[in-house]
Every structure is written in C-alpha cells, then in structure tokens.
C-alpha cells in the first residue's frame, strides 16, 4: 500500500497482481511524509511504517486523493497464488497439488471488496499502459527501463501459462468464485 501525499494518490495493493514490484519501482519517486508499506521478504523497506505491516489492507482515502489498484486474470492469478503458498507455507501447501488447493486451502486471492472505492483498476495483463498512464497523471519520474527489468517473485512459478494446471474442476470454481471481476474486467479463460 502507498499513500503519497507528495503526489495526492493512494495505492491499494491486492494480492498476486505485482503490487509488491510496483511499490519498489514508486518508491524513489514518494515524499518523505509518504507511507509505503513494502515488504522485508521483496526487499522492499517500509516508508514511515512498521515492518511488515499488513500491506494489503485498505487505508481510508484522504479528500482530494486519487486511488488505484490492479487486478489479474482470475485464472492467472490463482496459479501465482498457488505456486507462492507452496514457497512460503511449505508445511502446509507443499504437497497439495493444484486441485486440492484451489478447491480446499480457502486461500484463494479474492480481492473485489479492497479496490470497490477506487478511482481507477488497472489490469495487470496491460502493465506497461498502467505505468505511462501512472507517470503522466501524477508527474512521477521514475526509470522506464526498471518496468521491464524490476520482476520480484517471478521466479516461483513453475509452468507459465495458467491454462496447463486448470482442470475443469478448478476452471469452474474460479469462474464462480471471481465472477465479478470476470463480468467487470472481461476475462476469459
């Protein structure tokens, strides 16, 4: 999470959408009143917060402030969330496969309910648009080059592409479980 008084906008940080990337790219451009949550386990500092303070929560937005967030393919974004529990809860999801975890772990990146008062949800399939469009509305001056070089957790996932792990099973119960950001966003499987 980001609230930048210097540059009146507040990011609201949803899970599995390269958040904790973007918040490493913003942070040379924030104020020193600014507050960034970051993260110890991205290498990311905090900014006039405690570390590891929950960045996923969702701040009251200041009068005047703009507020945007980012949101992911549905069936993308389980398979990240997937291959990130089996990282860093070993004892509990190492040995799940991909079914038994979408069907059972609860543990499913439903973020609909963090982004319903922002002004603007970018889509994380259209990144390279979110930051131009970032740079021009909040006069930000960061390296263009770091948004295609600046990747943190990618290398988790072990198959790239969504579509392989599904069955339909699982193809079903995402649709069902993300069917608002599926009717809102238009995503397809």
Not at 110 to 123: I, L, R
Not at 150 to 157: G, Y
Not at 163 to 188: C, M, N, Q, S
Request: charged fraction near 30%.
């Amino acid at each position: 999470m980001i609230i930048s008084h210097k540059h009146k906008f507040v990011f609201i940080k949803t899970r599995k959408t390269a958040g904790s990337t973007l918040e490493q790219i913003l942070r040379p451009c924030l104020g020193e009143d600014d507050i960034l949550t970051g993260s110890t386990r991205d290498g990311t500092p905090p900014l006039n917060c405690k570390p590891d303070q929950d960045g996923h929560r969702v701040p009251k937005i200041p009068e005047g402030y703009m507020s945007f967030s980012i949101e992911r393919n549905p069936w993308d974004k389980v398979v990240s969330s997937y291959y990130w529990h089996k990282k860093i809860k070993s004892m509990a999801f190492g040995d799940w496969d991909f079914e038994r975890y979408v069907l059972y772990s609860g543990m499913l990146p439903t973020d609909w309910h963090s982004y319903q008062g922002c002004d603007t949800v970018y889509k994380y399939e259209e990144m390279e648009a979110m930051y131009m469009s970032l740079m021009y509305h909040y006069n930000l001056d960061f390296n263009l080059e770091l948004i295609y070089t600046t990747r943190l957790k990618s290398d988790i996932r072990e198959i790239a592409d969504y579509r392989e792990l599904h069955t339909p099973k699982t193809k079903d119960w995402v649709a069902h479980l993300f069917a608002r950001e599926i009717e809102r966003f238009g995503y397809e499987f």
